[in-house]
Every structure is written in structure tokens, then in C-alpha cells.
């Protein structure tokens, strides 16, 4: 009985260790729709703003292309794609955008 109360509190410890605060939150997907990017995209279709899938095409292989886009996304970006400007998103920190970003360039 001691010991089970202990390997359930191994278990609980190591999975703080391992969760860092994003895995906490959601997946990257879950944070793009919390914060309305899926609203003016998705991974397959032009919404308002281009398919991800096209993003990851574009920049495949490019070795800056993370920090671009994540440029892009807190600052806004207008011309890359079109005419119609991406607002710009304060909301995020920036590691989320980061976060957000990996994930679009691997769709
Ligand atoms: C109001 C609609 C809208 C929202 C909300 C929005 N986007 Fe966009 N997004 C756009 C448009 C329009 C473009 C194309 C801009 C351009 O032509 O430069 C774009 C472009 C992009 C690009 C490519 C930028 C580049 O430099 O090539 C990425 C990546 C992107 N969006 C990710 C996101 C993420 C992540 C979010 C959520 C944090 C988000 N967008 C929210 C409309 C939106």
C-alpha cells in the first residue's frame, strides 16, 4: 500500500517534469484555433489567409523561416500573399507563436 501511494507520486512528479507549460495548455492546433488563426485559415484551404499547407510549401527549406514567420504573425504581414493584410497578434507570447509556427511549417 506504502509503496503504490509512492510509485503514484513518482508517476505525478515525473509528469511535471516532462510537461512544459504549452503541453499543459493544448496542442499546437488547439492554440491556433484558441487564438482565432483558424478563423482566417486552415491546413488545406484558402480562407482568408492562405492554407497552412501552402505556408509550409513556401517555406520549406528556407533556414529563417521560423523566425520570419513568427515575425510576421506577432507584427502582422501584408503583400506576402495577397491583398489582404493579417492583422497583427499581441495576445501571444512569443514562444507560443513559436510554438504555432513549427507546427504550420510541418503540415
Ligand atoms: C483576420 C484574419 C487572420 C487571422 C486572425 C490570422 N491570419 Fe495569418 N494571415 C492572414 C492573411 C490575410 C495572410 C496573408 C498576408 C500577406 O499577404 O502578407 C496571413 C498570413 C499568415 C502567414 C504567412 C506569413 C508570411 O510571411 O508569409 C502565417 C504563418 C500566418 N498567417 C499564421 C497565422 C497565425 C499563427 C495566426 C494566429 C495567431 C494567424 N495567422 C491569424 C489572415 C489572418
Known amino acids: 500500500m506504502r509503496s503504490r501511494v509512492f510509485e503514484a507520486a513518482k508517476g505525478l512528479a515525473l509528469c511535471a517534469l516532462l510537461a512544459t507549460p504549452a503541453a499543459w495548455a493544448a496542442t499546437p492546433e488547439q492554440m491556433a484555433r484558441d487564438a482565432g488563426c483558424l478563423s482566417c ?30 515575425q510576421s504573425v506577432r507584427n502582422g504581414s501584408k503583400g506576402a500573399w495577397g491583398r489582404i493584410p493579417m492583422p497583427a497578434n499581441n495576445s501571444l507570447a ?14
Open 41 to 70: 485559415h486552415s491546413i488545406n484551404e484558402k480562407v482568408v489567409g492562405p492554407a497552412y499547407k501552402l505556408v509550409a510549401d513556401k517555406y520549406r527549406g528556407q533556414s529563417d523561416a521560423v523566425s520570419h514567420l513568427v
Open 94 to 107: 512569443e514562444a507560443e507563436v513559436k510554438t504555432i509556427v513549427e507546427w504550420v511549417l510541418a503540415r
